[in-house]
């Protein structure tokens, strides 16, 4: 359904007469998944309870339970139907039951103790990368990849030109896709997420084997909770990494929690869930500000959605989970737009850029391999001294701000593939496209 919206709905072994079936709605699809996943959370065990959930890759009852409040909140959330975009009109899945499923799963993984955030977000990733897949931490599941298989930091690390001191995976490793250059500036510059999450670096051609870091053009970015540099097995296949893919972690189910608390109990229940995301965001000197004045200041219900969804952008920032929320939000078509302006703007340095920085200045610090980088901040202007070189880096291109979605193209009605004219044609005529295809 992620792909294609409605599909076949298959519960049953196949038979002869049920071996060609025509697509279900979704609704029907959404009330079995959310019934069987209510009973498998009662077949599990918390995160280290026994021997099977000591391990993140396998699954225990607190993912469970959080995947059915992630899939209780797209359920009643806006999507693209055949008719047009709009929430499900089914009684059984309206907002007030799948934000109560929700919020009760939230709570019961919350109140179980048996997950928690990470207090450091870099730890966190570092972990990941680590491959720590010791359960009862932040990770709730990953998906799991052997040594040799799996493309995480191959396809979305940082960059690295060539085999270095810290891999042996190939040549234009990491770097497929990074975060646009605008999200480095949405963040607070005392925001420890920041400088995990975009990384303004790669790094270049190995010499005798030792890779330094060095600065590309075109505004490049990199997502950096993907890294070789903090892996401790040194990867030697020429294809994948065998780094696992975090499908869920704990920071999720705060946020969904605070999202479904906002709408049935108000702002004050909201409160709580969305200041222990902050709290790990920023030191303990700025939680007086940064935690308890931002989100006490949040009165009503829309200014707590608002923050909820700017947090949400925030800390999954490379996690491949953004998408799916904006479209439940019914908010992917103004996003993309509104991402496009910002990239203009930041392009000319005009309204909310024209305090960033055109030029960047950098030296390498005594290990001679890493960066020091001066002018990725806000007002950054001036040489901070002759030992530093210069960086141009203002040239973002038109092209690159419309790579973001083909011009003429409304996001919000091109939410599905098309099904492939394969199946379309193996299918005796039960399938067809909807949705303009």
Known sequence: MKAWGDVPARFEPINSETLYLAKSSRDVIYKQLIADLGEASTLVAWPGETAATTSVERINKAFVKGLRARLAMVVSGFQQYPDGVRRSTDPDLSVANMYKIALDECRDVINSGKAKLEPSFETLWKKLNQENVTAGGESLWEIPFADGRGRVVFSFGVRHATNNQFHNNGSNRGGTAGPLPTIFYDYDVADSRRDVSCVPYRWGTAVNGIAQQELVGSNTWYFGKFRYEWMTRFVTSSNDDGVNKMYMRFAEVLLIAAEAANELEGTAAAAPYLKEVRKRAFAPALHPVKVEAYVNGLTSKQAMFNAIVNEHKLEFVGEMERKQALIRWN???????????????????????????????????TDNVSLDIYGLNRGENVSPGVDYSSFGWNSLTDLRVESLFKAGVNPDNRQFWPIWQVFIDGSNNTLKNDYGY
Request: charge should be positive; proline fraction near 3%.
């Open 331 to 365: 908010l992917l078509k103004a996003n993309l737009e509104l991402a496009k302006t910002k990239m203009y703007n930041f392009k000319n340095r005009t309204g909310e850029y024209a305090d960033v920085p055109k030029t960047l200045y950098y030296k390498y610090k």
